[in-house]
């Protein structure tokens, strides 16, 4: 049967990949190909780069570096971070990309989503979700833009059904709450939303463990689990992950 | 003009990258082309025909750009290997778009049937059907599975993403099959011709096997 699927993600800025905490401070932790070649070897499922470069100076940075990963990799990559129009998800599919993740343009101009989908197939259009839990009476997380800067006023949920509608072929929902905590992932937002889609989900944000990628999964729903951090710094291989999941009774790929 | 020993077949829908990398990775000796060239297509010693999106489209613009006549016939005549669109598009009918395809099989593309997407435990498997999902080799009437098949372990994960699986009338050119939850066809094999639903080329060591098998087969 299909495996669940571990995605280490990589933020990438100025060509170095890093990791934050709650989207701030950010930590240096290496290059990215070597990182990339490093995870492969170690039985990732697919790789996720996240291009976080705050000027346009240097977005074609990423580019080279799919380039290359792609030459050296042989899994799925999927890169996100300043996609705006259809031309942007056309250059990082010709870099080597097979999906692109698109957030904040998402948002705005719902209409992109369909149109990319529709050019490029559902199969390789992510819509990444950043949710945060809020005090309100309609709904209980909130969809954020702008890495996370600005609030939308849009139910989580709704917005997740809404965008497998228009032509997304997986959804990457991170809860702004957990990331970089280390608190394990929010299980009943991923659960919510893993219901009501039919789509695959990946549950991101607040992995600190191994047990945390078993919950992801049994709790969460979420058919892939992205973490960072806990491999970046060399806490868990990602083989050590799988060999976890497997233990617990998860179907992985070893 | 350079000899052209494996012509990936564009016709614009996609991304073709992955598939070419692939191909030089694992043949670094020949020359991968990616062409949407009918005289490059006949003159190519091995066609990989790809395909990404939805197969109406896949169909129109193949036919758009002047390819339909010369894939049929490199199919029935050289070493030939389709990829997930690239194998629907060989049967007569898909149920995406009720779209006709280009019949050189007997037999449908059907989606996931919505009532049967759960596993054992009742649980909702998603559509598309999307990841690593193991791939059990066919075997022919001498128990011997297909050249394609060479140091790769019965059962190995490939990587899959697709909505749609082909169901051949004939049960005699199936040369893997998957389960999602009830088996399905993923892959044919007849004559110079082998098409896999799943993504060699995004399928790692596995996958990087199979088209070294690919480029090395003698039909």
Known sequence: MLAKRIIPCLDVTNGRVVKGINFLELRDAGDPVEIAKRYDEQGADELTFLDITASSDNRGLILHIIEEVAAQVFIPLTVGGGVREVEDVRRLLNAGADKVSINTTAVLNPQMVQDAASRFGSQCIVVAIDAKKVDNQSFEWEVFTHGGRKATGLDAVKWAEYMAKLGAGELLVTSMDRDGTKIGFNNPLNRAISNAVDVPIIASGGVGNLQHLVDGVKDGGADAVLAASIFHYGEYTVKQAKEYMQKNGIEVRL | ?219
């Open chain 2, 1 to 219: 003009m350079r000899k052209i020993d494996i012509a990936v077949v564009d016709y614009g829908m996609g991304n073709l990258r992955s598939v070419s990398k692939a191909l030089e990775h694992v043949a670094p000796n020949k020359h991968v082309l990616v062409t949407s060239n009918p005289v490059d297509i006949a003159n190519a010693e091995r066609i990989v025909f790809p395909g990404q999106g939805a197969m109406p489209d896949c169909i129109r613009e193949l036919d758009a750009r002047g390819l339909r006549d010369s894939v049929i016939h490199a199919a029935s005549n050289k070493p030939f290997l389709g990829i997930c669109i690239g194998l629907q598009m060989l049967f007569e009918h898909s149920e995406e778009g009720d779209a006709a395809g280009l019949g050189l099989f007997k037999g449908t593309v059907k989606r996931f049937a919505a009532a049967e997407m759960h596993d054992a435990n009742g649980a909702k498997l998603k559509v598309p059907h999307m990841g690593w999902n193991q791939v059990y080799q066919s075997l022919n009437q001498q128990s011997q599975a297909h050249a394609l098949w060479s140091n790769i372990e019965d059962g190995a994960r490939f990587y899959y993403v697709h909505s749609y699986y082909v169901q051949p009338d004939d049960l005699a050119i199936v040369g893997g099959y998957s389960e999602y939850p009830k088996r399905f066809t993923s892959a044919i094999a007849k004559d110079n011709l082998f098409a896999v639903q799943f993504h060699p080329e995004k399928s790692a060591t596995a996958g990087l096997q199979m088209l070294s098998n690919f480029v090395n087969w003698l039909p």
